[in-house]
């Protein structure tokens, strides 16, 4: 039940970058849940992982690998996080890395391991050894949408975006994919995303711009506070348009950030029981800190959620979760908040001439904006999530993760 | 649905206290929602209330008469919050004070007021005026148990714990009432409890003996997460027993920790919507701090929450709240989990020779402990909170809290 996330835009192709989907049968038989990417010789790479102290398998020999070699391929399975997985889970993990290097040439350093599904099972690595032929056969560089499909876990939609943009005097091409839908809480990282560009940077300032573009995008959405033990997102550029100056990084950046927010968005649209998309907006704060501090803590309150999801303008909840975000100093009285464009709540109350009829009009659509004004300096802050459903009960009481 | 919570204890009366409960017609006609407390001249009061920045006006009132005035009576409702409720909000605590002052023939300062319920709609003051005779008609120093039905809201079942204890050469007596359900986090305060006792302690101590008895007990359970507008806490000492000495006072604080404990863990046994109580018990960190936070990040993970309410022995988000709980060294590898007294997970992984069906026999008790050994040092903190289920959704899409 997806909040207005439409099917998978037109996804371009990157020149240097082919994927293959198979199914390994992790899960389900028959489920697409083993994806490929093949980066073109002379690719840069830059990742941005969960800071979970319990990091998954996959997690701990990305990073590795990452310091050893420039990545040639990323190997990404569904059904299975290799996640509490102890040493056999490393082990797994490198095996699966050795055989694709094995079948392709490359070293095992190469290859960087994603892994996403139920924690604390050991990863059925044979079956993904047995499924690497069939995924390298149908690597093809259109195979973005059937990678989208096949990174999936309880995700009820694939997620892509995709653009061309004019950087510096040339066109290049940025197109991404994301799977989300519960645990969803990242802290300096995200769920599993992929995207590519065959833009020419420095590896730097690839690094710089995905975490500029990460912090603003993936950084910002939460569905249930809880951070994964396997988030990743990966930036991958080909080297083929050359990103020259400051004018062409500052416009490679936004567009990259412009991606990132839409697989953001779309992971939270997409959100374990979602019924109602929330952007939580907090304005005029003494500081960035103190502003995501406040969102997140409206974000995050399962009183604000359970009035969103019932359509209820429940200002009183949102009130005191703004009260008790940390904020010794705070003026009550100076706070103001909106829904949407109507204002609920002022003065340590309910706004003068509120109408519930009103509140209850904006409270009831799909898409909910909550506005706050702190009154207390510049800063501001956005943060993306849902409300909070029957259904995450029901999946989350259900699902094994 | 309460879990394990039975019928109210005896409730032994506190010599020189009298309660008074009636029905204003606050909210639903019928229901008891208003009770007065009366305390003997020479009764000293200490007392805690939210931190929430947003405090309800009753809280700002009680906290100026504190500071004016020795307390002589206690005006408390239900049905309605006085929170959110500006200007106007304190005029109408201010006047229905007044009123209990200008019937009783003692200073308005003497007057501590009381609300919970629903945040930001005007209080019924008119009401609560008129029903304030009777309400005093009903005084009676047996009128605990009714004063514990006339303090709820969503709860199920009333609150109330009672003890008689030998502190020195003499005995007092020591009862108390709280309320809870939804909107739990207290934070250095508690719900609305009242607690009486005729024991005699200097205000400095009494105040002390609060602060300790409320920091392991009100200030460690969480439904979730939420701190209250409203949240107060009251220890009356009505003097009548002298507590002499440090062995006394000691005796004292340990008595009235029991109480708090008791009441607190009645409040999480009635969180909304719970099927099982949960103990959270962390050891060997650090420092206590850390202690705390990893308990508090496991018990507020809706993800834990939602496997308790399934009765799946879901190790894996156990671990991942360990891991994201802030503890930037924390050796994975070392860190143990178990179910009551069975040993799940270990070396960063599922414990060796764990088997499901012994684990999920504990998850699916209406008790559970979750234990968790960090392996780094000598602290522990102890956390109680409920699980996650559908009633809690429900109960909170269709109350205007």
Redesign the interface.
């Given at each position: 039940m997806a909040v207005g996330l439409g099917p998978l835009p037109a996804m371009h192709p990157v020149p240097g970058i082919r994927m293959g989907t198979t199914s390994a049968g992790i899960k389900t038989p028959g489920r697409r849940d083993l994806v490929v990417f093949e980066l073109c010789e002379g690719s840069r790479v830059a990742a941005v992982f969960t800071?979970?102290?319990?990091?998954a398998a996959p997690v701990t020999v990305a990073r590795e690998h990452l310091g050893a070699a420039a990545p040639r391929y990323l190997l990404v399975n569904t059904g299975n996080?290799n996640?509490?997985?102890?040493?056999?889970?490393l082990e797994d993990a490198r095996d699966c890395c050795a055989r694709l290097a094995e079948l392709t040439g490359v070293s095992p350093q190469a290859v960087l391991p994603f892994s996403t599904g139920?924690?604390?099972e050991p990863l059925p690595s044979q079956r993904i050894l047995d499924a690497l032929p069939s995924a390298l056969e149908s690597l093809a560089d259109s195979g973005w949408s059937e990678a989208a499909s096949g990174i999936l876990t309880t995700d009820t939609l694939p997620k892509g975006a995709s653009r061309r943009v004019r950087v510096g005097e040339a066109d290049i091409t940025l197109t991404g994919i994301a799977k989300g839908a519960?645990?969803i809480?990242p802290?300096m990282a995200t769920m599993l995303a992929f995207i590519a560009t065959d833009a020419e940077l420095p590896q730097e300032l690839l690094d710089r711009a995905l975490t500029e573009a990460v912090r603003y995008s993936f950084n910002r959405i939460t569905v249930?506070?809880?951070?994964?033990?396997n988030d990743a997102c990966v930036l991958i550029a080909t080297g083929k348009v050359s990103v020259t100056d400051e004018v062409a990084y500052r416009a490679f950046v936004d567009a990259l950030t412009d991606i990132c927010t839409q697989l953001a968005q779309a992971v939270v649209r997409d959100g374990e029981g979602a019924t109602r998309f929330i952007t939580v907006q907090v304005e005029n704060g003494a500081s960035q800190a103190e502003c995501e501090a406040v969102a997140y803590t409206i974000a995050?309150?399962?009183?604000v959620k359970?009035?969103a999801?019932?359509g209820?303008p429940?200002?009183?909840?949102i009130?005191?979760?703004?009260?008790?975000a940390g904020?010794?100093d705070?003026d009550?009285?100076a706070v103001r908040i909106w829904l949407d464009d109507y204002l609920i709540?002022e003065?340590?109350?309910?706004a003068d001439g509120y109408l519930e009829a009103e509140a209850a009009a904006r409270m009831n659509r799909d898409e909910v904006t909550v506005r706050v004004d702190l009154a207390r300096g510049q800063s501001a802050a956005v943060v993306w999530t849902t409300d909070?459903?029957?259904d995450?009960?029901?999946i989350?009481?259900?699902y094994?993760?």
């Open positions: 800071r979970n102290r319990f990091c996080a996640a509490g997985t102890g040493q056999r889970g139920v924690i604390g519960g645990m809480r802290d249930d506070g809880d951070t994964s033990t995050h309150s399962p009183l359970t009035a999801f019932a209820d429940n200002w009183g909840r009130l005191a979760a703004i009260g008790r904020i010794d705070l009550v009285s709540a003065q340590g109350g309910r909070f459903s029957y995450y009960v029901r989350n009481a259900e094994r993760s």
